[in-house]
């Protein structure tokens, strides 16, 4: 699955709008679209904060692994 998939499968999952989680990145909101759909790629520091907002990993959220784990604690 590419990350422009699994951003927003995670996002309809939690019932959140694109405004919201444009909010949460501090960026508009067809900037996340553009995200979304993969016009525009995602900043790391971005996938980090959406990582940690949904708490799984980096590699689930990028799409590098199926397998849902928590974001690691330091």
């Known amino acids: 699955m590419k990350y422009t998939e699994r ?3 995670l996002r309809e999952n ?3 709008t694109q405004q919201f989680i444009a909010n949460l ?3 508009g909101q067809r900037t996340y679209c553009d995200y979304e759909s993969g016009k525009t ?3 790391l520091d971005s996938i980090i904060i959406l990582a940690k907002y949904y708490n799984v990993s980096l590699d689930y959220i990028t799409g590098v692994s199926n ?3 928590e974001y ?3």
Do not use: F, G, S, V
């Open 7 to 9: 951003i927003r499968m």
């Open 14 to 16: 939690n019932n959140l």
């Open 25 to 27: 990145l501090h960026i």
């Open 41 to 43: 790629r995602i900043p």
């Open 67 to 69: 397998i849902q784990n």
């Open 72 to 74: 690691p604690l330091k």
